[in-house]
T-cell receptor, first 111, second 112 residues
Framework: SQKIEQNSEALNIQEGKTATLTCNYT??????LQWYRQDPGRGPVFLLL?????KEKRKERLKVTFDTTLKQSLFHITASQPADSATYLC??????????FGSGTRLLVRP | NAGVTQTPKFRVLKTGQSMTLLCAQD?????MYWYRQDPGMGLRLIHY???????AKGEVPDGYNVSRLKKQNFLLGLESAAPSQTSVYFC???????????FGPGTRLTVL
């Protein structure tokens, strides 16, 4: 069956460190993958999109990698801040061009 | 621009009651979506629309109906609510191409 897996355990890191979140998928060949941020009680907010022919994408302190051989995307936040605390969702486009979301990983950045 | 708005924000229903959730967007987007989000399950697509007057089923369509009579509005209906439909419902929209999606603030629905 097709699956998207994100670590269900919260990631707890110290302010200033780099946070790395993982998104693994099976039985998909997505054309692109997206990352969203979701704060409690709010809707997800789009952060980054990376296409299958791109290895890496950056936006300010954010970096996303996409390894289609490993079927994995890594999402990095450098110089993390308490304001980065949120749940981060990965999503990929399936063959019928709908977005399929992972269940998200909660990030907690301690001051 | 208000972006994507959802009405109501909260609702409590009794089993068997019906209701309609309203989603409106002012970005002139062609595509609109309804998702539900449950703990540990992530966002699951209920129905979507690629244009005015068209709708299609998503991953979990049973028990829901939708209509897109106007480009800016997408309605989600529950004809006979069940406790299993207790969830947070999100509407989203996107330009043509199934790219970045813009989400509304959500509707928290409880069915007793």
């Amino acid at each position: 069956s097709q699956k998207i897996e994100q670590n269900s355990e919260a990631l707890n890191i110290q302010e200033g460190k780099t946070a790395t979140l993982t998104c693994n998928y099976t039985n998909y060949s997505p054309a692109y993958l997206q990352w969203y941020r979701q704060d409690p009680g709010r809707g997800p907010v789009f952060l980054l999109l990376i296409r299958e022919n791109e290895k890496e994408k950056r936006k300010e302190r954010l970096k996303v990698t996409f390894d289609t051989t490993l079927k994995q995307s890594l999402f990095h936040i450098t110089a993390s801040q308490p304001a980065d605390s949120a749940t981060y969702l990965c999503a990929l486009r399936d063959s019928s061009y709908k977005l399929i979301f992972g269940s998200g990983t909660r990030l907690l950045v301690r001051p | 621009n208000a972006g994507v708005t959802q009405t109501p924000k909260f609702r409590v229903l009794k089993t068997g009651q019906s209701m309609t959730l309203l989603c409106a967007q002012d970005m002139n987007h062609e595509y609109m979506y309804w998702y539900r989000q449950d703990p540990g399950m992530g966002l699951r697509l209920i129905h979507y629309s690629v244009g005015e007057g068209t709708t299609a089923k998503g991953e979990v369509p049973d028990g829901y109906n939708v209509s897109r009579l106007k480009k800016q509005n997408f309605l989600l209906g529950l004809e006979s609510a069940a406790p299993s439909q207790t969830s947070v419902y999100f509407c989203a929209s996107s330009p043509v191409g199934f790219n970045e999606q813009f989400f509304g603030p959500g509707t928290r629905l409880t069915v007793l």
